[in-house]
């Protein structure tokens, strides 16, 4: 850090009293959320879709515009803060104990890139690891940076580039409708619906990489960029800050912006379905109302989790979060495992709300398992890797 910039976070040996449980029911929390989002495109060609016209009735409808509200786009920044966060927490102990962080942060970003290629290639397309992997690099230019400017700087390059595009997309709504009309592309639908339901596992590999380079072509990095590498900032000044360490000293302030958020976040984030549904509606949706019901989420759970009683209710979702990475991968290789034809072949022809209930029947197991398995050892199995790769020697792993 910049000689003389006080750090509110203390470095200590991370012991299971000293952990900030409110960051482990967050990354809890994202787990489910992110869930509720890919769960539709593990078992349909949503890439090639309309979501909201292949579920335009009965429970389907309901339940997909409730995850709609609720989970898309809020998520994603979740973890990206939680990301941003985490990091400054292991750079303050790693200069505490003499250790480069740079050097530690980046073993760390080359497993996580090593195994986010791993998940896209040979598992699920839609994984965000490679993402968050190499947008780590970028965020090593930045980390020392003061905790106010590192909101400010986040805030900034995630606000203006999509206030702008936002207004381009609305104008160009009202004007042309058709322009910015969401449209399905029947012959990748096709293509998809196919070799997912009973391709060979070559073909399914290569269909994996054809989707992958769908959401991460040149273009679209862009976006992800801009839509995820802010977040990191935010979250790593947030750390710097204490505010989430220190929450009763705050509780005035957070309070404030809980209420805020979530009636802006939920403003934003039912507005195509009260105004026109098109693209920009739904870009405004989710570019906006996404991330203010993740400012919503964070500083309830935050103020929640100071409670005793809420405490308690909260610690299924802990366990989930410490080993988050594990449940994580642990969904994506249950749900291919069904649906893709080396499984019992069922993509394309579950039902939002089958795919729906299968998740929480799902999420229900990675609970009972992740509070059995957080039992009898302090990391998960994947995290155990990942401290193994990061510091170079086994960690303690039974309790």
């Given at each position: ?347 394309g022809s579950v039902s939002y709300t089958s795919g729906f209930v299968f998740l929480i029947a799902l999420f229900c197991l990675q609970i009972l398992l992740s509070l059995l398995w957080m039992g009898l050892f302090k990391y998960g199995p994947v995290e155990y890797i990942w401290r ?12």
């Open positions: 850090m910049k000689a003389g910039e006080p750090m509110k976070v203390t470095m200590a040996p991370l012991q299971e009293s000293k952990r900030i449980v409110s960051i482990d029911a967050l990354r809890g929390l994202a787990i489910l959320g992110i869930f509720l989002v890919n769960m539709p495109s593990f078992h349909s060609p949503l890439l090639y879709i309309d979501g909201a016209e292949r579920w335009s009735g009965g429970w389907d409808r309901v339940l997909f515009r409730v995850s709609d509200v609720v989970a898309q786009a809020s998520f994603y920044p979740l973890f990206a803060f939680l990301f941003g966060f985490g990091a400054i927490i292991l750079a303050v102990r790693s200069e505490e104990k003499g250790i480069s962080f740079p050097l530690l942060f980046t073993k760390r970003l080359s497993f996580l890139l090593v195994l986010g290629c791993i998940h896209a290639f040979f598992i699920w397309h839609g994984d965000i690891l490679i993402n968050y992997a190499i947008f780590g690099f970028a965020f090593l230019l930045f980390y020392k940076m003061k905790g106010r400017n590192l909101i400010l700087l986040g805030s900034f390059c995630y606000v203006l580039p999509f206030a702008i595009l936002g207004s381009l997309f609305l104008i160009m709504g009202i004007f042309d409708s058709d322009g910015v009309a969401i449209t399905t592309d029947s012959k990748m639908m096709k293509q998809s619906l196919e070799i997912y339901q009973s391709g060979t596992f070559t073909e399914i590999m290569n269909q994996r990489a054809i989707d992958w380079y769908m959401v991460n072509n040149p273009f679209n990095g862009i976006i992800l960029f801009l839509s995820i590498f802010p977040f990191f900032l935010i979250g790593a000044g947030v750390a710097k800050q204490g505010f989430l360490q220190n929450p009763n000293q705050y509780k005035s302030q957070m309070k404030a912006i809980m209420i805020v958020s979530l009636l802006f976040g939920l403003s934003f984030k039912i507005l195509p379905y009260v105004t026109v549904y098109h693209f920009g509606t739904i870009f405004v949706q989710d570019y906006f109302g996404g991330p203010l019901l993740t400012m919503f989420y964070i500083t309830a759970i935050t103020l929640l989790t100071e409670k005793t009683g809420a405490l308690r209710l909260f610690q299924p979702l802990s366990c989930i979060g410490r080993m988050s990475m594990s449940n994580y991968l642990f969904q994506s290789i249950i749900c291919t495992s069904i649906f893709y034809s080396y499984g019992l072949g069922l993509y193994l790769v990061t510091y170079g020697k086994k960690p303690d792993m039974r309790r």
